[in-house]
């Protein structure tokens, strides 16, 4: 089983919100406040329920995420 964690470079994020509108399971949303370039970043709620699919990075037009997949050992 492989954990998911996705990185955004909030200071680096323009609030295009294209990766909002490609993420299947519709986890990411614009955060509240406002990063130091003034535009509202990219946040993902309930980070666990993340498939890994990348989609949002591979959308990305400024390079701000990053999805990074940690293999579990069972047993």
Same mark, same amino acid.
């Given at each position: 089983?492989?954990?998911?964690?996705i990185?955004?470079?909030?200071?680096?994020?323009?609030?295009?919100?294209?990766?909002?509108?490609v993420?299947?399971?519709?986890?990411? #949303?614009?955060?509240?406040?406002?990063?130091?370039?003034?535009?509202? =970043?990219?946040t *993902?709620? $309930?980070?666990? #329920?993340?498939?890994?699919?990348?989609?949002?990075?591979?959308?990305? =037009?400024?390079? *701000?995420? $990053?999805v990074? #997949?940690?293999?579990?050992?069972?047993?």
């Open positions: 089983m492989a954990q998911v964690q990185t955004f470079r909030e200071d680096r994020c323009k609030g295009c919100q294209l990766c909002a509108a993420c299947p399971k519709k986890l990411i #949303k614009m955060a509240d406040h406002i990063n130091v370039m003034g535009f509202h =970043p990219a *993902v709620e $309930e980070q666990e #329920k993340c498939t890994g699919c990348a989609l949002c990075a591979r959308m990305c =037009p400024d390079l *701000v995420i $990053e990074a #997949k940690e293999e579990r050992k069972v047993g």
